[in-house]
Structure formats: C-alpha cells, structure tokens
T-cell receptor, first 112, second 114 residues
Framework: DAKTTQPTSMDCAEGRAANLPCNHSTISGNEYVYWYRQIHSQGPQYIIHGLKNNETNEMASLIITEDRKSSTLILPHATLRDTAVYYCIVRRNTGANSKLTFGKGITLSVRP | EPEVTQTPSHQVTQMGQEVILRCVPISNHLYFYWYRQILGQKVEFLVSFYNNEISEKSEIFDDQFSVERPDGSNFTLKIRSTKLEDSAMYFC????????????FGQGTRLTVV
C-alpha cells in the first residue's frame, strides 16, 4: 500500500471548517483513500473513503485532487467532540490484503 | 448503528499467564481482525480472519497468539503465555467485505501484564 504523509497537528475553532490534508504521491490506480479517526484511545472510527471522485457523507467530505496525489478531509462545522487523531490510509480493496496500515495521523484540536 | 463489542474492557494478568480476549463482531460481517496499540504508539495490525481461517497475519502474531471463532457470534484472541510487552489496547474489528465502508472497530480491551 502507498505511503501517506500528514502534518503532525492542527487546530481549528469550534463551528469552523477543519481541512485536514494528506499527501499520497505514490498512490496507484487501484488504491483507495480512507480516513479514520481515533478519539482518545477509543477504537478507530471509519469516516469516509474514495477512489477519485469527491465524496460526502453525514460526517465529512473528501476532496481528492485530479492527479490523486493528495486529498483533504473536510469537517464542515467542527465541534469539540471532533478533537481526535485523524488517519489517512491508502489501501487496495481487492486481493488478499485487507488490513489497514495506520500511521501517526494528524492530531486535530478543536478549540472553543 | 450496530457495533462491535469487546469484553472485558480491562484485563490485568500476571506474566506467563494465558489470556483470552473476546469480541462479538457485527452480525452480518464476514471479515474479522485484531489490532493492538501500545500506549503512545501506532495502531498495529495483528491478524485477519475469513471463512474460518487466518487470511493474513503480521510479524507480531507469533506462535503465542491464536484466534478462533468458536460459534457463530464470538471471535477470540488468545495469548498463550503473556509477556510484559504484550501490554496494550487490543481492538477487534469486522467488515462486510474487504472494501465497502472499511472496518468497524470495537472499543478495545486494555491488557496490562504485570
């Protein structure tokens, strides 16, 4: 699976949009971009995933650049409960390998 | 929303003892996983299980570890002879397929080996 690079940390104000960047310059054509988050040592929580089109669900939006070498997770109206470590993971959805490889992620701190 | 349930939430055991960590995956899921997270470190993959057999395992998952799905609902991780370095949060996860929405994780079991 391709490697991802994320900043170590960022913060944003409550109620504002949080834009979390991720670089995955070596991504291959059949690899998806997944985002998970982990709130204070709880189990990781799936947020969203995409291949090349932008995706939106009730939690977030995922914007993938046209060359697929980077993406941005957008939390449109961050709340204090969104304070967590966010992981950007690149993974194929086929073949024997179905594991998720977690990096260090980006720590998002939402301030009041 | 359905969830993955893990028991116990916290287990303390003496070095050399056997422990069994239990998980109830989401009922219609077919793929099952164990991950662990040593305090302050990354979440690490241990093993994946499908169709009643291990489909992939990491280097961490040595002969001291085993997994089992003893009935239609439970999925267990056994550590035969615990070491101090096995102290970690252990997360169970399950998924409908390899892809789809990705895996749903339980809240974890904190294992402390003393």
């Amino acid at each position: 699976d391709a490697k991802t690079t994320q900043p170590t940390s960022m913060d944003c104000a409550e109620g504002r949009a949080a834009n979390l960047p991720c670089n995955h310059s070596t991504i291959s054509g059949n690899e998806y971009v997944y985002w998970y988050r982990q709130i204070h040592s709880q189990g990781p929580q799936y947020i969203i995933h995409g291949l090349k089109n932008n995706e939106t669900n009730e939690m977030a939006s995922l914007i993938i650049t046209e060359d697929r070498k980077s993406s941005t997770l957008i939390l449109p109206h961050a709340t204090l409960r969104d304070t967590a470590v966010y992981y950007c993971i690149v993974r194929r959805n086929t073949g024997a390998n179905s594991k998720l490889t977690f990096g260090k992620g980006i720590t998002l701190s939402v301030r009041p | 929303e359905p969830e993955v349930t893990q028991t116990p939430s916290h287990q303390v055991t003496q070095m050399g003892q056997e422990v069994i960590l239990r998980c109830v995956p989401i009922s219609n899921h077919l793929y099952f996983y164990w991950y662990r997270q040593i305090l302050g470190q990354k979440v690490e993959f241990l093993v994946s299980f499908y169709n009643n057999e291990i489909s992939e395992k990491s280097e961490i998952f040595d002969d001291q570890f085993s997994v089992e799905r003893p009935d239609g609902s439970n999925f267990t991780l056994k550590i035969r002879s615990t070491k101090l370095e096995d102290s970690a949060m252990y997360f169970c996860a399950s998924s409908v397929s390899r892809g789809a929405r990705g895996a749903f994780f339980g809240q974890g079991t904190r294992l402390t080996v003393v």
